[in-house]
């Protein structure tokens, strides 16, 4: 068999061959493109959650503990900063790959600061030596000169101070100043002179240099009445050797900042590894802390559930491809069935044909699928992990040799005659009766096996998993095609009794439909496209729910305590509708009585609210935050409290706050003992932290405003017109906390933390818009948009497989005086039922889906812990039934264009067979 003769055959019978090229090309994109596409996503995506967060949450961070480092000796600071590359040489390889900038710095403790600049009206100061590797190179001196760099010394201690500092003092460039460590009794000890030579400017604020506490860059203000100013002076080795040989405490710091630009997603398990290891391993004589293992591990599990979602998308996508390569492969033996019977009629035997089908398709389907190798090998990737994954090697093996081996595949399949092909039932045959049984308890069996082992994370691609949709879609399939005729046979025999026969002769046609295999294609390309949507919508609305549980408003503000009279001012703020305060109080235990006895339920986040006023600020927001009417009931003896699980068994186990009140237990708010009783029990609650098991929540008192000790808020709920101005907002929360501070409730307290303003659409951007969200919207839009257009495809082949016995009906109607509008309406209504029964069977298996596999698909990962729910939005319905329509249009689209071409309607004549 020559290879000219094959290409002619291969020429001869070029749209067949082209269209199987077409897929397999395809398939090999998918294979190949898609994990290039996804490494690069997941790339992108864990160094931009990395790079998100401050750079002290990526630090490595070693302390020499009070005995662990000896200073004194001349040259010992020198000696201990050549540990910082020690230290790095010894971690594993993953987090040593991973590290960027370093740093050594040594600490002395806290002396009192005194000079003639220092008068007492600036109060009180305390200085802390310090001296840092890269110091220099950091910095710009504004004036005078690095310690160190003089011939002479001008003190035992030179010092160089920020800008700001320095005019805080009043120093300048050679200030001397007095420093002395302090008992507790007051007395000075081992005091020295301080010599002031330098001024500098930070090159860059915001470098990791500046990033140890207290900071070098400014005065750290008191932390009460009557307390000192704290300052950092930057200074020599010699001048912090002097300091420790005379007795000042040391402390030296080891920092390693990891770089989010070397993260990779394939080494994410290893670097987790990594930092156990070095925890485990710490030298002797230091601390080891970090805190980047935490947002790792987190982006880790997101990922591999983000796989998995994507290994299940990419599976029904390519198992739709592979059936329509094999629908390809049918259509083009049965239009070449002639062939082959004459070939046989010659002598030929079962192997000849089966030689004949695969020298053509070894011509043609190894090198389409080798363009899509290529073309697939252009798609980006992520610039650290490399080029495309070996994974993707073997699949794409595998859908070459089944393409190849498609058509003669079908050759040998196709052993049919030339009977009565139109009577032919879908539902008939013992054969594939057992098929369809066998199907259906392979996807059952599947199902509960992958429900009762549950998602196996951290590994290759489970099997199991990513072919149980599969199995399920093509059961549901097969059910739904033996199922549809018999109400159309009703249908049939009430149209049959009606005038006309365009209706009896659609139905009675769209019964004895024999395309089974291209709608079991349609099937599964539309629940695969459904699939996508219906997670996709779950995953949104579980966002939203996550964020309404944080921010159950347009803007939360949170802070320590505010003035009454805060509330008011921020509801005067321009396009504020309606405010509420809450009161938060972490870590309350619950007393047996007004006197405080202890009660023995242990400790709650204890939470107070207006309920009336919270409800209105979620309505106003447009969220849907319920308040339980138990928190309005009867105050008169004792407050209605909803109860976590956990707080709620504690109070049973110790008989408090019992329902009806008989003995109700006792928390303390801002000195006030308020008695409750549980009215309720839920297991979360809006504004309560993420993570909190056990809390409780009440109503706000009616406590009198002159009272021993008036509630004030801690927070408030702010619903608003239209986009809140966070500025606004936060200088009015920061009013309100100054004058509660100066109002004379609080005495001699610490300087409280500045307000934080967070609201609804900046959370739900955040949440929405960091790690693995682009691998997430590039699979769905694979799955949605690829099961769309193939679903498409598949239709088109169901028509066609069906267009010769129609076109044989339409000449012998045409005989008998059926109008082409007649015949329109007869091709509607036998195509209608196919179209709407595939089309609504696959969104059906696509919406449910979820709901069977959300247990194991892990997609709690991607909404910060919120289960999901399966979410159908109107969005959803509305594309399934335009995509109804559409295919319906297709499908009669498709009709018209192959008998105008064909020309059968009007060549054949009544009785021939083709």
Not at 34 to 43: I, K, N, S, T
Not at 268 to 277: I, P, Q, R, S
Not at 662 to 671: A, I, L
């Amino acid at each position: 068999m020559s290879v000219l003769a094959v290409a002619r055959r291969v020429r001869a019978h070029g749209g067949h061959f082209l269209l199987l090229a077409v897929l397999v090309l395809v398939t090999a994109v998918l294979v190949t493109g898609v994990p290039r596409m996804a490494e690069r996503l997941a790339g992108q995506g864990l160094r931009t959650q990395l790079a998100d967060l401050p750079g002290v949450r990526r630090d490595l961070h070693y302390t020499s503990t009070a005995d662990g480092r000896s200073y004194g000796s001349a040259g010992s600071t020198e000696l201990h900063q050549r540990e910082l590359d020690t230290l790095a040489a010894a971690m594993p390889d993953a987090v040593r790959e991973v590290l960027a900038e370093r740093w050594y710095t040594a600490d002395t403790a806290f002396s009192r600061l005194t000079g003639p600049e220092l008068t007492g009206d600036k109060g009180l100061f305390d200085l802390r030596l310090r001296t840092a590797t890269g110091l220099t190179e950091a910095a710009t001196l504004v004036e005078g000169r690095w310690p160190g760099q003089a011939a002479e010394r001008a003190a035992a201690v030179e010092v160089v101070l920020a800008e700001p500092v320095a005019r805080a003092l009043g120093v300048r460039a050679g200030s001397r100043l007095r420093a002395a460590l302090r008992t507790p009794g007051g007395d000075e000890v081992a005091a020295t002179g301080v010599a002031v030579v330098g001024v500098f400017r930070p090159t860059d604020p915001a470098g990791g240099l500046w990033d140890a506490l207290p900071s070098a860059l400014r005065l750290t203000p008191p932390v009460g009445e009557g307390e000192p100013f704290q300052l950092i002076g930057l200074t020599d080795p010699a001048s912090l050797d002097d300091r420790a040989a005379a007795g000042w405490p040391v402390v030296a710091a080891y920092r390693y900042r990891l770089d989010p630009g070397r993260l990779a997603p394939g080494r994410l398990d290893a670097l987790v590894a990594g930092l156990a290891e070095v925890e485990r391993r710490k030298p002797a004589g230091l601390e080891f802390t970090q805190g980047v293992d935490i947002p790792l591990r987190q982006y880790a599990a997101a990922l591999a559930a983000a796989r998995t979602l994507l290994a299940v998308i990419t599976a029904g996508v390519l198992a739709t491809l592979a059936g329509l390569a094999v629908l390809a492969a049918r259509l083009a033996v049965r239009r070449r069935r002639d062939e082959y019977q004459l070939l046989r009629a010659r002598g030929g035997s079962v192997t000849t044909l089966l030689r004949r089908g695969l020298a053509e398709s070894v011509l043609v389907v190894p090198a389409a699928a080798g363009v899509g190798w290529l073309l697939g090998g252009l798609f980006p990737t992520d610039p650290i992990a490399g080029g495309t994954p070996a994974a993707a090697v073997r699949p794409a093996v595998v859908a070459t040799v089944l393409a190849t081996v498609a058509l003669p595949a079908m050759v040998l399949a196709d052993r049919r005659g030339n009977g009565r092909r139109d009577l032919f039932r879908s539902a008939g045959g013992s054969g594939r009766l057992t098929v369809d049984v066998t199907l259906v308890g392979l996807a059952g069996l599947g199902a509960f096996l992958l429900r009762r082992r549950g998602l196996a994370l951290g590994g290759p691609v489970d099997p199991l998993l990513v072919s149980v949709p599969v199995l399920l879609a093509v059961a549901a399939a097969m059910l739904a095609l033996r199922a549809y005729p018999w109400p159309l046979r009703l249908v049939n025999r009430w149209s049959g009794r009606a005038r006309g026969a365009v209706a009896f002769l659609g139905t009675a046609r769209a019964a004895r439909a024999g395309a089974v295999a291209p709608l079991v294609v349609v099937v599964l390309a539309v629940a695969t496209a459904a699939f996508c949507g219906a997670v996709a919508g779950g995953i949104e609305h579980g966002r939203d729910r996550a964020v309404t549980r944080a921010v159950p408003a347009d803007a939360v503000v949170a802070g320590e305590r505010f003035a009454p009279d805060t509330a008011a001012a921020l509801a005067a703020l321009p396009g504020v509708r309606a405010v509420s305060s809450v009161l938060a109080e972490p870590g309350q235990r619950p007393y047996a009585d007004v006197q405080g006895r202890p009660g023995g339920a242990g400790e709650a986040y204890v939470l107070l609210v207006e309920p009336a006023g919270f409800a209105e600020v979620a309505r106003r927001s447009g969220l849907d935050v319920a308040v339980p009417g138990a928190l309005r009931g009867d105050r008169a003896a004792s407050l209605p409290a909803l109860a976590s699980p956990e707080v709620a068994a504690a109070l049973t186990e110790t008989a408090l706050a019992d329902p009806a009140g008989r003995r109700p237990g006792w928390v303390d708010v801002q000195g006030n003992r308020l008695p409750f009783r549980v009215a309720g029990t839920v297991r979360h609650f809006p504004l309560v932290p993420a993570g909190t098991d056990r809390f409780l929540v009440l109503p706000w008192p009616a406590l009198p405003a002159d009272g021993p000790h008036p509630l004030v808020p801690t927070g408030f709920l702010l619903a608003a017109g239209g986009p809140v101005d966070p500025a606004a907002v936060t200088r009015v929360a920061e009013e309100g906390q100054d004058r509660y501070q100066r109002s004379g409730v609080v005495s001699a307290g610490r300087r409280p933390v500045p307000p934080t303003v967070t609201t609804w659409t900046a959370e739900r951007n955040r949440l929405g818009g960091s790690g693995v969200n682009g691998l997430l919207v590039f699979g769905f839009a694979t799955g949605g948009v690829g099961g769309a257009v193939l679903g498409l495809l598949a239709l088109a082949f169901a028509v066609l497989a069906g267009a010769r016995g129609r076109a044989q009906v339409l000449s012998r109607l045409r005989t008998m005086g059926l109008s082409r509008r007649q015949w329109r309406g007869l091709l509607l209504v036998e195509l209608l039922p196919l179209v709407l029964v595939s089309v609504l069977t696959g969104a059906a298996v696509g919406v449910l889906l979820p709901v069977l596999l959300n247990p194991v698909l892990g997609l709690s990962a991607f909404t910060g812990g919120v289960p999901v729910t399966v979410h159908v939005a109107p969005g959803l319905l509305a594309g399934v039934l335009g995509l109804a329509v559409l295919a319906l249009a297709f499908a009669l689209a498709v009709e018209a264009v192959n008998n105008r071409r064909m020309r059968l309607g009007e060549v054949l004549r009544l009785g021939e067979e083709s």
